[in-house]
């Protein structure tokens, strides 16, 4: 039962940070496809601030990990 526990709280990190992501994400490209249609020079910056919210999930599989080393 205990595994089992630990590899539930595992999954919820992913997903949640995984969920939050998305929904960041749409947030963020809607904007930035409003951006584009006006200023087209700044097609940089709307990279960069799609890939801030990759750190989530980044940081969401770091967790997952430690609590799934926490099985052994």
């Not at 960041?24 to 960069?48: C, N, V």
């Not at 750190?55 to 099985?71: E, N, Q």
Request: hydrophobic share 60%.
């Amino acid at each position: 039962m205990e595994k089992a526990i630990i590899a539930l709280a595992a999954a919820i990190a992913i997903g949640a940070t995984s969920l939050a992501t998305a929904w960041a994400q749409s947030r963020i490209g809607s904007a930035g496809a409003g951006t584009l249609s006006e200023k087209p020079e700044l097609s940089g910056t709307i990279i960069i601030m799609m890939a801030i919210p990759e750190t989530m999930v980044i940081l969401g599989f770091v967790v997952a990990t430690m609590i799934l080393l926490m099985l052994k």
